[in-house]
């Protein structure tokens, strides 16, 4: 079982930046995959970023490619998502999820941005004003 707690969502105007973190329970952190979604209400969750091994292995969905930074501190347990430039089509409540499996790496290596994960966390809203 592994616990992810989201913080640092809040309001923000268009152009502005935030950032995400995610602390995630577990003496393994090092070699769980991690990533981002969102969500609106009445539409599915959207796959945003996800990072593997380290900050070279990185994936992002084509909206926020540019604009999202996706990294990781093992010593911290915990994964984070600098937003830059946002819109106010940003505005989502924004998951934390983890992949804790042996093959967590290659699976995210295949899959890319269809990757998803097993564990999420309760969500921290982002609202972007126009």
């Known amino acids: 079982q592994v616990q992810l707690v989201e913080s640092g969502g809040g309001l923000v105007q268009a152009g502005g930046s935030l950032r995400l973190s995610c602390a995630a329970s577990?003496?393994?952190?090092?070699?769980?995959?991690m990533g981002w979604y969102r969500q609106t209400p009445g539409t599915e969750r959207e796959f945003v970023a996800a990072?593997?091994?380290?900050?070279?292995?990185?994936y992002y969905s084509k909206s926020v490619e540019g604009r999202f930074t996706i990294s990781r501190d093992n010593a911290k347990n915990s994964v984070y998502l600098q937003m830059n430039s946002l819109k106010p089509e940003d505005t989502a409540v924004y998951y934390c999820?983890?992949?804790?499996?042996?093959?967590?790496?290659?699976?995210?290596?295949?899959?890319?941005?269809?990757?998803?994960?097993?564990?999420w966390g309760q969500g921290t809203q982002v609202t972007v004003s126009s």
């Open positions: 577990g003496s393994m952190f090092s070699r769980y995959a």
């Open positions: 990072i593997g091994w380290n900050d070279a292995d990185t």
């Open positions: 999820t983890a992949d804790i499996s042996p093959t967590a790496f290659a699976v995210l290596i295949i899959q890319r941005a269809n990757w998803r994960g097993d564990y």
